[in-house]
Nanobody, 124 residues
Framework: VQLQASGGGLVQAGGSLRLSCAASGRTFGRYAMGWFRQALGKEREFVATISWSDGTDYADSVKGRFTISRDNAKDTMYLQMNSLKPEDTAIYYC???????????????????WGQGTLVTISS
């Protein structure tokens, strides 16, 4: 399984970005997917997850601002990020869960495939 994250960049606070994660190597639609992020000097943290049945969950820090979605026909997951804040600055990683037909997964240990990360920088 390969995951390719893209869409990062530099935007001003209050702006928007849409991240994409293209998957290959197995039947994409059967697995929960997630976004995590890691800021400089901090631990990796959960951002958002979407199950095979389109259930979603978000970190409190991004609820109401970020939206996770997936297009199974394109084997791609998205993260629409609005009202961005400087504290959203991080490398964003997409991940795919190990077990098919599972629920949303907020724990990084439930994911065994990771993309390379895409850098998001929010200026104040």
């Amino acid at each position: 399984v390969q995951l390719q994250a893209s869409g990062g960049g530099l935007v001003q606070a209050g702006g928007s970005l849409r991240l994409s994660c293209a998957a290959s190597g197995r039947t994409f639609g059967r697995y929960a997917m997630g976004w995590f992020r890691q800021a400089l000097g901090k631990e990796r943290e959960f951002v958002a997850t979407i199950s095979w049945s389109d259930g979603t969950d978000y970190a409190d820090s991004v609820k109401g601002r970020f939206t996770i979605s997936r297009d199974n026909a394109k084997d791609t997951m998205y993260l629409q990020m609005n009202s961005l804040k400087p504290e959203d600055t991080a490398i964003y990683y997409c991940a795919a869960a190990l077990t098919p037909w599972g629920p949303v997964q907020t724990n990084a240990d439930e994911y065994n495939y990771w993309g390379q990360g895409t850098l998001v920088t929010i200026s104040s």
